[in-house]
């Protein structure tokens, strides 16, 4: 494996971005770019980073504005800057376009989780012409909590007033609200993140992970545009020939227990798209890459996408 690590200035004008282009030793077939979710960084994919090269494909990624190692570089945790939904976008199609300069001419997937999963659908409506392939990983759909109890003129007009860039645990809490209401035994509030006790451990171990840490609140309204833009009419901004993938847990209350992965394919499917493939497993929540019992058959399945067209 060669790594090459590489910084590349934030559209948001403040952040120097951090990221890693992994290629294999062998010739590479494709590239996979993975963007990762909300309050942690790109390095907890080792596990896939290393099931992809060894299956021969380059793998690019990188720490949002306000996570992971651009945020230590910055000191700004849980804040995207200014029109951070817009940022994050640009931000990776800026390393999009670093990975091709590097091995170009490979045909180009990009995997995205969680808030991942958003900003790779708004990547691929945007971008969809230069991918070969889009795989939505722990999607965010049909979240009760940001559609039906935030107010979202409330939100607008508190960022109006002083910017937005306090603290906003209550935003944070309407929004996520009820996660855990269906794990009896939750009592730490993270339990949704997965049925494992050891994966658990580890996210909260983690020093690069902030999802304990309040978003801003020009974040929070920037997170929910985001979500918006990607569940209302979004799949009617994407070209109909583009290969989707969509994996969830049938336990995960942001993929609402396994029925946002059929939303979003089935609305894939009326506008035209006729090569969608959806796989929801039972029993787990919302890391399904990172559970012990699904990890294997998540790569499994995310390489035989890539492979399939590539």
Not at 5 to 33: C, L, M
Not at 165 to 186: C, H, I, K, Q, Y
Not at 194 to 220: C, E, I, Q
Not at 285 to 290: A, L, Q, T
Request: hydrophobic share 45%.
């Amino acid at each position: 494996m060669a790594l090459r690590e590489i910084t590349f200035e934030s559209a948001n004008g403040r952040d120097q971005v951090h990221g890693w282009i992994y290629a294999p030793a062998t010739e590479p077939k494709a590239i996979v770019q993975i963007v990762h979710g909300l309050g942690e960084h790109s390095r907890r994919y080792l596990h896939m980073i290393s099931a992809l090269l060894d299956a021969g494909f380059v793998v690019a990624a990188d720490d949002h504005a306000g996570h992971g190692a651009t945020a230590v570089a910055s000191g700004v945790w849980m804040d995207t800057g200014e029109n951070g939904a817009r940022a994050v976008v640009d931000d990776e199609h800026t390393l999009h376009d670093l990975a091709v300069a590097a091995h170009p001419g490979l045909p180009y997937f990009v995997f995205g989780h969680s808030w991942g999963s958003m900003i790779a659908r708004e990547f691929a409506a945007e971008y969809g012409d230069d991918l070969a392939g889009l795989i939505l990983c722990g999607v965010a759909a049909q979240i009760d909590g940001i559609e039906n109890l935030v107010d979202r003129q409330a939100l607008a007009d508190a960022v109006a007033a002083d910017g937005g860039t306090g603290p906003a645990p209550e935003l944070m809490g309407s929004m996520f609200a009820g996660m855990v209401d269906r794990f009896p035994e939750a009592t730490t509030g993270t339990e949704w993140i997965a049925l494992d006790p050891g994966v658990l451990a580890d996210h909260a171990a983690d020093p690069l992970n902030a999802l304990a840490a309040p978003m801003t609140v020009r974040f929070v309204r920037d997170f929910i545009d985001l979500y918006d833009r990607v569940n209302d009419g979004w799949a009617e901004r994407v070209r109909p020939e583009l290969p989707v993938l969509v994996v969830a847990g049938d336990q995960d209350p942001v993929a609402n227990y396994g029925e946002g992965a059929y939303h979003v394919a089935n609305a894939l499917w009326k506008s035209g798209n006729r090569d969608v493939r959806t796989v929801v497993y039972p029993g787990v929540r919302h890391e399904i890459h990172n559970e012990p019992t699904t990890r294997a058959a998540v790569e499994a399945e995310l390489i035989g996408f890539v492979a399939a067209h590539a």
